[in-house]
């Protein structure tokens, strides 16, 4: 469900998908090729949400601002299920995992956060980073190989999408 909150509505730019069970409110903008999945919440209500090109939040996620800090997910990045995003800027070619808790922080670009881990307010992630655990440390840089398997992540949803807007259709038992 796409809502308006105050006096603020979502910009959904016509090339991004929204699953009907997802909910978009508020002061967010989904740019195209961004997918927001089942159940999905994106609430900007007392901030903004910004979803870059060909990035996707995938079922269960929730995105969410602070009074002092937008959400700002760059382009291409993947969000796993079930995480959560609040207040963070997450830059561009991203991944992170399911069940990721990212708080008031920055990661920068082509960055892969582990599923489970939580990245507390302040955090500052260098570009390339493998990032894991509770709290969220890096590990090291990715390699090539994952590198290259982040931005297929995202393609992956991109085509995903498309897909299920023109395949998938209500049904009755």
């Not at 105050?6 to 959904?12: E, M, N, S, V, Y």
Request: hydrophobic fraction near 40%.
């Amino acid at each position: 469900m796409i809502r308006s909150f105050g006096r603020h509505k979502p910009q959904i730019h016509s090339k991004a998908f929204v699953h009907d069970s997802a909910e978009v409110i508020g002061r967010v903008s989904l740019a195209a090729g961004a997918s927001v999945w089942p159940m999905a919440v994106l609430r900007g209500d007392v901030h903004r949400i910004a979803v870059g090109e060909r990035t996707n939040i995938q079922d269960h996620c929730t995105v969410h601002c602070d009074h002092d800090y937008p959400t700002v997910i760059g382009r291409g990045v993947t969000v796993g299920h079930g995480a959560v995003l609040h207040g963070c800027r997450v830059l561009d070619g991203c991944l992170v995992g399911m069940g990721a808790t990212v708080l008031e922080c920055v990661i920068g670009p082509e960055c892969l956060i582990g599923a489970g881990a939580l990245l507390p307010r302040g955090t500052r992630i260098p570009r390339g980073s493998l990032v894991l655990g509770i709290p969220g440390k890096v590990v090291r840089p990715l390699t090539p190989r994952e590198l290259a398997a982040l931005r297929g992540s995202a393609a992956d949803y991109v085509r995903l999408a498309r897909e299920f807007l023109e395949t998938s259709r209500v049904v009755f038992p």
